[in-house]
């Protein structure tokens, strides 16, 4: 067994803490790997606090990972010892239903569904139609921490020319909003709506301008108006003023050909859902919760959808990795010790995070040599 | 002027009543048409009764309408006298908005939206962004008369082999449920299901059992699980126990290309969104609200999509008509004197009917003597 060390939560109302665990060392097809950085995803906030009501106990998270492997396990035939590689959500699924033949491993239809790198399966044994578990997991402690232990087809490639602690969010925040750009066709000249200007939001403005969009941010935050505008966005619409607002929306009406809401929370789609073309989407890939009711008339009558969009493939993790180091592209990040996790997690839930928190892992090792 | 006789209400709280009124003859490139039948619509009894709050009085409603061209204008180049034409929701569009240029007038982006065969433009000059008013018209009587005048383009054929009456509806009742198929790739083995088995929701089952689907009907009337199977559902879920609703359910998530809603007002569409495969649409064809919230959680873990479809194009409505003779496709209809509307309105809001009252408006000739 390998001794490990990473933070977690004891229980929804605690703090993150260092917790000292085991993990099994590398089977066959499996890497060890040594994190260096990785990213703070707000629904790491969710999770830790049990606000989707089904969070797993001590939980560790931690989804944007990147690391240098240390050892590769017999038969791993992509990665060897010192590849610089990446981890996101997912550390397996099931491999054989039609999601995960088509390479779409994130809408895994297994009895589990995915397993992801923290919390366990997606689908629990005691929620699972067949009450199996076909991990063996119940829980897992994801990337707060030293080490991981990861079957070679869900590691990535961290391609050279990314800046290693940048490249780890682009892992969540960046494939989660690529894979709905792709999948519903953004390309230049694309008109693209981004509602949110948060870690998801402005990897969401930076993909698509460098697809060649044009891209509006809808924010609530004034004061991210000249950042969005750095990003590459052409036009910031306010949401503060709701009158102002819908004067500049109406004369804007009916011109999206995607609009993408990286909104961590249940909010209104209505006043952008007006905003789309025909046949165009609203794509949620913020909030994993009712919704506030959808008019269907607006829906209707230009025969529009809205649609959710779930992280990317394993594949899309790549592609998007490999698309930011060709065009320059990397969140804006602020570097943390681990130690400042629970300061973070509360700026995050203020909104208070320009635009993602990174942990350094290094400052973790500092913490085992005092112990 | 042609002096003209129909029924209509004069407030939202008054029955249909005999109406004399007059049209303008046919002008060019418009054909005059004396009216022989006329479908009954869920929309009509919402629109009399100023349910969407758009209703424009007095309302002579009647959108699934078939009749006789008795004088064809000048410039008439596809109709003659005598010929048996069919009119559905629409009169006239803009003609010139890339959805109109795309053959797609349903979904008309010109300052007033489509003109509806009865209630006037979609979008009413007060509520236009230009205030004008291109058709001209605030107001606009339909197939509850005797005779219409309608622009050419906007005039389809009834195929020989399709027996008149029950044409009517097909154009209103079809071509609704018939687009959402044909743009979502409705094709042989495609799984189907079918939300609610009313004027909507049984052509939809016709319709998709003669493109080769297997259809699933979802309804809350034990009594109409005979009437499903004779059309050719081949699975038929009550919905009216909620418990085994649930587990016949689950026994088939996840396995449907298309789920269309024709139930006529809000309902809870969540239970139906588990059972979408990945990447399928669950499209509300029936209801034109705000509907119940949505969990994205169901959404975004297979990419599903919420959308909403408004008719068909007049080259669908068209084509839905050509396929019905083809494939000996009619709506199950009940033929009634317009002298029976006012019982026909209540006998549809306590879901009293099976499956379209089509009035037969020689009934209406009756009166004009008397008069």
Redesign the interface.
């Known amino acids: 067994m390998i001794d490990a060390l990473g933070y977690a939560a004891k229980h929804s109302f605690s703090r993150l803490k260092p917790l000292e665990f085991q993990r099994e060392p590398a089977g066959a097809g499996e890497v060890e790997i040594a994190v260096l950085f990785c990213g703070v995803c707000h629904s790491d906030v969710h999770q830790v606090k049990n606000e989707?009501s089904n969070t797993v106990y001590p939980c560790m998270p931690g989804h944007e990972i990147v690391g240098r492997v240390t050892r590769a396990g017999d038969r791993v035939t992509r990665f060897k010892t010192g590849d610089l590689v990446g981890v996101g959500c997912m550390i397996d699924s099931c491999r054989s239903c039609?999601?995960c033949q088509a390479g779409?491993e994130q809408?895994c239809?297994g009895p589990n569904?995915w397993l992801a790198t923290y919390n366990g399966p997606?689908l629990p044994a005691s929620k699972a139609?067949t009450g199996e578990n076909i991990y063996g997991h119940d829980n897992t402690f994801g990337g707060y921490s030293d080490v991981l232990v990861v079957r070679e087809e869900f590691v990535v490639r961290i391609p050279d020319g990314l800046d290693p602690a940048a490249a780890a969010p682009i892992q969540c925040a960046g494939v989660t909003t690529w894979s709905p750009m792709k999948?519903w066709g953004v390309t230049a000249g694309s008109k693209v709506g981004v509602i949110g200007l948060g870690g998801l939001g402005h990897m969401a403005v930076k993909l698509a301008r460098a697809l060649g969009a044009e891209v509006t941010v809808f924010t609530r935050s004034p004061d991210k108006e000249g950042a969005a505008q750095a990003m590459g966005a052409t036009h910031v619409e306010l949401e503060k003023d709701a009158k102002s607002q819908l004067e500049k929306m109406?004369a804007t009406?009916?011109r999206f050909d995607l609009i993408l809401s990286t909104v961590p929370e249940k909010h209104d789609i209505?006043p952008f859902v007006v905003l789309l073309k025909?046949d165009a989407?609203l794509v949620?890939?913020g909030?994993?919760?009712?919704?506030?009711?959808?008019?269907?008339?607006q829906?209707?009558?230009?025969?529009?959808?809205?649609?959710?969009?779930?992280i990317g493939s394993i594949a899309e993790q790549q592609e998007v990795l490999e698309f930011c180091a060709e065009h320059g592209i990397a969140p804006d990040i602020e570097i943390i010790p681990i130690q400042e996790i629970n300061t973070a997690f509360k700026k995050i839930e203020s909104g208070d995070v320009r635009f993602r928190y990174v942990i350094d892992m290094a400052s973790l090792a500092r913490e085992k040599t005092e112990a």
């Not at 909030?287 to 008339?297: G, I, K, R, T």
């Not at 230009?302 to 779930?310: D, F, I, P, T, Y």
């Open positions: 989707w039609p999601s779409d809408y239809e569904s997606m139609t999948h109406a009406a009916g209505n025909r989407a949620i890939v909030a994993l919760e009712p919704m506030a009711p959808v008019d269907n008339q829906i209707a009558f230009h025969r529009r959808s809205v649609a959710g969009s779930l």
